[in-house]
């Protein structure tokens, strides 16, 4: 392991948990207004991945790190280490909620197939969506090319409120495992689990691949 990789884990952890807390506290704060959901997660984003960025690179999610893993950006046990504090920091925030919110209202906004979908077609949101993400996460962090010098993780907050403008009514967006752990742990919710591990991860490693061997400059590879 790295020096000062638990620098790293906790910077993570901190991202975890403010994606939870303010992400799925925007929703239960609005009462599920769509609106409201798509600017707290998109900021949350914006603000914490250029916060983070200069301590751990901002991943934030699991599926994040995970294309960076798959592309050998980070090393294998760096990378599980962090994918696990980012997942305690998602927890501990859905505890936070709870305790704000006993009553549970909407599952304590743990994300969930719409009843007008089927699960499959909830899962293949997610992958798409973060495909977007983790491409947008390359090709503006990654990539030397990219806009993250100057602009920071705007431009990613800015994909995940795209995102939740296509996907937020249908899958509640999610976008990482983290994001429905959390919740889904603290609420006790954990109908269709999978479309939240599948869906993610496999649409960021997808992402990560196609943008690390076809856009990425040789060089950098």
């Known amino acids: 392991m790295e020096s000062g990789w638990w620098k790293k884990a906790l ?3 901190l991202g975890g948990f403010a994606l939870v807390a303010i992400g799925a506290g925007s929703v239960l ?7 409201t959901a798509t600017i707290g997660h998109a900021f949350v984003i914006a603000v914490f991945g ?7 690179g901002g991943q934030i999610s699991p599926a994040v790190t995970l294309g960076l893993m798959v592309t050998r950006r980070i090393k294998a046990d760096l990378g599980v280490v962090i994918i696990i504090f980012q997942l305690i920091g998602g927890v ?4 936070l909620l709870l305790w704000l919110y006993p009553a549970k209202p909407l599952n304590l906004a743990t994300p969930a197939v719409a009843g007008s979908i089927s699960a499959v077609q909830g899962m293949v949101l997610e ?9 947008v996460v390359f090709a503006t962090a990654i990539d030397p090319r990219g806009a993250a ?3 920071g993780a705007i431009p ?3 994909t995940v409120g795209i995102d939740w403008l296509l996907g937020g009514a249908f899958t509640g967006a999610a976008m990482s495992p983290g994001r429905w752990l959390g919740t889904a742990v603290a609420s006790g919710y954990f109908e269709n689990w999978w479309v939240y591990w599948v869906g993610p991860l496999v649409g960021g490693i997808l992402a990560a691949l196609l943008y690390h061997h076809v856009f990425l400059p040789k ?3």
């Open 127 to 135: 992958v798409l969506m973060t495909f977007f993400l983790v491409f």
């Open 29 to 35: 704060a609005s009462n599920g207004d769509l609106l």
């Open 149 to 151: 010098k100057t602009l």
């Open 50 to 56: 250029t916060a983070l960025g200069p301590i751990s």
């Open 219 to 221: 060089k950098e590879r």
């Open 92 to 95: 501990l925030a859905g505890f």
């Open 11 to 13: 910077a993570e952890m």
């Open 156 to 158: 990613i907050g800015f």
